[in-house]
């Protein structure tokens, strides 16, 4: 164990030097390729800055300008130019110089200067199309640019970059022409290129510029043609070209895990990205191999050392290994358990100690079972708790107590009764020795919390003495039934209540405004015509008497509401299909009716509940669902028969809301429990409300006679 413990410290402390190792040089890693990235960034920027600059110089020269004021006479003459052909021999970037006023230019080269006058000849130099885009760039930005590599007619880039600066007039606010250098490639590369060992870069190394077209601008040190035809689309390139500059673990263009630090180089009008990444296995090879040679030391040793360590600890762990296989006997029950004791050492003198405390356990555990043979029918006899107390010391009591008042035994032994029980009677004497006394009370648990519980409560002889014996019972889950069950009773009585005077209020409302508005225009017309002409008289009574049918259909309208007579005339189908086409007429809502009910059933209380339910379900959808289709159904299936009423409305939440719908819900659900039916409803925000009833038949003899007929 200890060879294991020691090899498995060294291993740990091996793994994290291991870890700590890796990290540092792989932030050593990054910050050489970081310093790689920037020298080469100066380099290329600086040097798109001299050949910006030899532009400038070439532009402003009186050469180029002598040139530009002969081409607006239209009597140019290139011998002059002779001169830039001399300084483009200078140069190891340039080969070829433009000079163009947009109408026509002149081509200046290391050997001479020509004109070019047809496209064919300018095409030779560079792509008619790309000319055209360098002359509308110059003429937008007038300020020097680098033109990046184009893509040709044949779909291949190009491999000119061009240096363009424009040619001011003597204003120096006209733009009359411009001067344009090709940079060759391999200027980039010179650049770029990873020569040897000693660049900091190591064996597998490299780096390279990518374009906004995720196209290399510099060729690979491991990839050949690779320059505008290898496309590197890395996280890294991808980054860059969002303006972000880091140093990353990534695969890079060849499917290679390499360590790349990367940024955006941003220079007179170019977007490239810069690249300077190794070979994470280079740079992980050294600490790979120590790693493992230490791996290979441990192992080595433990192989070594773990059977010889076996031997000298099995001596030692043997008495160690027989003393816990007692011990585990010991606690299954087993007494009978004794070790022979050898020697002076320590595992002895343990040994002789075990001994003696089986001893003990022995003569404890007899005890213990007589004890608990006494008093297990007491724990048995009920799950009450029950409590023996004098005066209202406790003497005994049952583990039932202790879960009931949720204090330690020990704790209600030293307690009073009257710390956690109200009681009601009086110390028990000889003559109470017989009584009885049931009451409830409430018992105040070790959390506070309060529990109403029944006390039997009697007196009992124990030990000469006159004790009270107190038998509680947890009677909170009574409590709270009967709580819910006076809070549902009063919850019916007040929408029963609520109901009549609502109903009431609309009747008072309809009479008043309608029944009793009809009857004053009666009497006014009746009293009008009593003092009129005959002619008038008979207009007026005319007219009287169309007031008169209003009257008579109002007074049917709510008789019909209050019982709607074609309920019992023509049925319940009838009756809802009416109430659905009364909703969509007022309401202006669309209510479809469905049934396959051919039949009418004869109870009539259940053909009015169901009529009512229907009322107060398109009520709720008029009022509270801003629903545009309401559905409702009247099926006969087997047993029983469906009402469903289903809208498209706004819903709500069930769970939240549901106690705080109003009446109209109880009114619905005590009318279906009266006829002995299922009351379901569902709904959620933004998908409607249904509420489904089934009401079953009463007995299979009635249904086969049938009650829908």
Not at 661 to 689: H, P, V, W, Y
Request: glycine fraction near 4%; proline fraction near 1%.
């Amino acid at each position: 164990m200890f060879v294991i413990i020691g090899l498995g410290s060294v291993l740990i402390t091996s793994t994290f030097s291991y870890y700590y190792t890796k990290k540092a040089i792989l932030n050593r890693a990054f910050e050489q390729l970081t310093s790689v990235r920037e020298m080469k960034k100066l380099r290329i920027v600086n040097f798109f800055s001299d050949r910006i600059n030899e532009l400038n110089h070439i532009a402003n020269s009186s050469a180029t300008l002598v040139f530009f004021s002969f081409r607006k006479q239209q009597n140019a003459n290139i011998q002059h130019l002779n001169d830039l052909s001399d300084m483009l021999k200078n140069s190891p970037y340039f080969k070829n110089l433009l000079l163009g006023d947009f109408t026509g230019c002149v081509i200046v080269n290391e050997d001479t200067a020509m004109s070019l006058n047809d496209k064919d000849a300018i095409e030779s130099f560079i792509p008619l199309v790309t000319l055209k885009e360098i002359e509308n760039k110059v003429k937008e930005l007038q300020q020097p640019f680098i033109q990046d590599f184009k893509v040709d007619k044949g779909g291949k880039h190009g491999d000119k970059l061009y240096g363009v600066a424009p040619v001011f007039a003597d204003n120096d606010k006209e733009v009359i022409g411009m001067a344009l250098l090709d940079i060759e490639a391999d200027a980039i590369n010179e650049i770029m290129l990873v020569s040897d060992n000693r660049s900091g870069l190591g064996e597998s190394g490299e780096s390279y510029l990518v374009g906004d077209d995720f196209y290399m601008r510099s060729s690979s040190r491991f990839k050949d043609n690779s320059f505008l035809n290898v496309k590197v689309m890395t996280d890294a390139t991808v980054k860059a070209m969002d303006k972000i500059s880091a140093t990353e673990l990534i695969t890079d263009y060849r499917g290679k895990k390499v360590l790349s630090s990367f940024d955006l180089i941003q220079t007179f009008g170019l977007n490239w990205v810069i690249l300077a990444e190794i070979d994470f296995k280079e740079v992980m090879s050294d600490i790979v191999k120590a790693r493992n040679k230490i791996y290979f030391i441990c192992l080595l040793v433990f192989l070594v050392i773990l059977p010889v360590s076996y031997l000298f600890a099995g001596k030692i762990t043997f008495p160690i290994l027989r003393l816990n296989f007692a011990v585990n006997q010991v606690s299954e029950g087993s007494y009978d358990q004794k070790l022979n004791c050898k020697g002076n050492d320590e595992i002895a003198s343990l040994t002789q100690s075990f001994n003696t405390m089986i001893d003990n356990l022995k003569q404890k555990s007899l005890e213990i079972k007589e004890r608990e043979e006494r008093l297990q029918h007491f724990y048995d006899a009920t799950k009450d708790a029950i409590i023996l107390h004098y005066n209202g010391n406790i003497t005994l009591l049952n583990h039932a107590a202790v879960k009931i008042t949720g204090y330690k035994e020990e704790d209600l032994m030293r307690m009073n009764v009257d710390n956690f029980l109200v009681l009601k009677s009086e110390p028990p004497t000889l003559k109470s020795f017989s009584r009885s006394n049931i009451y409830e009370t409430i018992l105040v648990r070790k959390d506070q919390t309060l529990v109403d519980v029944e006390v039997q409560e009697n007196a009992v002889e124990y030990c000469g003495k006159f004790y009270d014996a107190l038998v509680i019972r947890d009677i909170s889950k009574r409590k709270k039934a009967e709580k819910a069950l006076l809070e549902e009773r009063e919850k019916r009585l007040t929408s029963l209540i609520d109901g009549q005077e609502m109903e009431r209020q609309r009747i008072s409302r309809e009479l008043h405004d309608s029944l009793g508005q009809s009857l004053i225009a009666i009497q006014l017309h009746i009293e009008s015509a009593l003092n009129a002409d005959a002619d008038k008289a008979n207009e007026i009574l005319h007219k009287t008497k169309t007031l008169f049918d209003s009257t008579i259909d109002e007074i049917r309208r709510i008789s019909n509401n209050l019982m709607p007579a074609v309920l019992y005339e023509f049925g319940i189908q009838t009756a809802l299909s009416n109430l659905c086409k009364r909703i969509e007429e007022s309401a202006k809502i669309e209510v479809r009716f469905y049934t396959n009910v051919t039949g009418e059933y004869n109870d009539g209380k259940i053909k009015t509940y169901i009529y009512r339910i229907a009322q107060e379900a398109l009520n709720n959808c008029v009022k509270h669902a801003k629903a545009s289709l309401v559905k409702v159904y009247l099926l006969e299936r087997t047993g029983h028969i469906n009402f469903i009423v289903k809208d498209n409305g706004c819903g709500f939440d069930l769970d939240k809301n549901l106690q705080g719908k109003g009446n109209g819900l109880i009114n619905m659900k005590e009318r279906a429990q009266l006829i002995n039916a299922r009351f379901e409803m569902k709904s959620a925000e933004g998908q409607g409300t249904e509420i489904n009833i089934l009401i079953p038949f009463n007995n299979y003899e009635q249904q086969n006679q049938n009650s829908y007929r």
